[in-house]
């Protein structure tokens, strides 16, 4: 699809009431806002698990007023849908242990080209019992301690401050406003000095003027 139908498709389905569905390739993974749906069908599993991050961010995001479900379609008894599927359970447990907060950090939690590995060596040696068991064991060890160090490292704040260090920063910045170079004192700095050295200029309106001429030593 060309842009502008890309857009029409966007507009009829956050606009018209009648638009159910909206198919998308990745291309709708990031970048567009359509909370107007709370449900996500992921029909194909990109390398890097930080799409799907990305991709549910597309409905659960600001302005969502319902609770989002998300589906991940794996091709059943294929080696690298069987290692796909120990992620996902894996993920889904951390997420009721972290409290739905594991997408937050996914992306960190489990590197694209890592998995992507994972997945051509589940595709060339699968059927291989100690390939399978160490695939396995690697999808496992991303235990929930590393996974609350990353939320943690995402945390907008991590402690919060009492009334007396709130007044303390409050002081602090009006000090630091009080000390700042003023808009005015850099004006009359300017059109004082601009004068001396013979340039001309003439107020048009309040904090507007025109310059008529400028000295060659500043031109220069």
Same mark, same amino acid.
């Given at each position: 699809? !060309?842009?502008?139908?890309?857009?029409?498709?966007?507009? =009829?389905?956050?606009?018209?009431?009648?638009?159910?569905?909206?198919?998308?390739?990745?291309? =709708?993974?990031? !970048?567009?806002?359509?909370?107007?749906? &709370?449900?996500?069908? #992921?029909?194909?599993? @990109?390398? #890097? @698990? #930080?799409?799907?991050?990305?991709?549910?961010?597309?409905?659960?995001?600001?302005?969502?007023? *319902?609770?989002? &479900?998300?589906? #991940?379609?794996?091709?059943?008894?294929?080696?690298? !849908?069987?290692?796909? +599927?120990?992620?996902?359970?894996?993920?889904?447990?951390?997420?009721?242990?972290?409290?739905?907060?594991?997408?937050?950090?996914?992306?960190?939690?489990?590197?694209?080209?890592?998995?992507?590995?994972?997945?051509?060596?589940?595709?060339?040696?699968?059927?291989?019992?100690?390939?399978?068991?160490?695939?396995?064991?690697?999808? &496992?060890?991303?235990?929930?301690?590393?996974?609350?160090?990353?939320?943690?490292?995402?945390?907008?704040?991590?402690?919060?401050?009492?009334? =007396?260090?709130?007044?303390?920063?409050?002081?602090?910045? *009006?000090? =630091?406003?009080?000390?700042?170079?003023? @808009? &005015?004192?850099?004006?009359?700095?300017?059109?004082?000095?601009?004068?001396? +050295?013979?340039?001309? +200029?003439?107020?048009?309106?309040?904090?507007?003027?025109?310059?008529?001429?400028? @000295?060659?030593?500043?031109?220069?």
């Amino acid at each position: 699809m !060309g842009r502008e139908e890309r857009r029409k498709g966007q507009e =009829a389905f956050t606009q018209d009431i009648e638009v159910q569905v909206l198919i998308a390739t990745d291309a =709708a993974g990031e !970048g567009i806002n359509l909370q107007r749906a &709370h449900l996500m069908v #992921n029909y194909d599993l @990109p390398w #890097n @698990p #930080n799409r799907l991050e990305q991709r549910f961010g597309r409905i659960h995001r600001i302005g969502q007023t *319902e609770v989002c &479900h998300l589906w #991940n379609l794996v091709a059943k008894g294929t080696r690298e !849908g069987d290692v796909y +599927l120990a992620l996902l359970k894996k993920i889904e447990a951390e997420q009721k242990a972290l409290e739905g907060k594991v997408f937050d950090v996914l992306g960190k939690a489990i590197a694209g080209t890592e998995l992507r590995e994972l997945l051509i060596e589940a595709i060339r040696y699968g059927d291989q019992p100690e390939v399978r068991d160490r695939l396995n064991q690697v999808v &496992h060890d991303k235990d929930q301690q590393r996974l609350r160090e990353l939320l943690e490292e995402r945390a907008l704040a991590r402690d919060s401050m009492d009334i =007396a260090k709130v007044q303390q920063i409050r002081e602090e910045m *009006e000090r =630091a406003e009080a000390r700042r170079l003023q @808009p &005015h004192f850099i004006a009359f700095f300017f059109l004082e000095a601009f004068t001396q +050295l013979g340039g001309t +200029l003439r107020q048009r309106e309040p904090q507007r003027y025109e310059i008529s001429h400028v @000295p060659a030593v500043i031109r220069n």
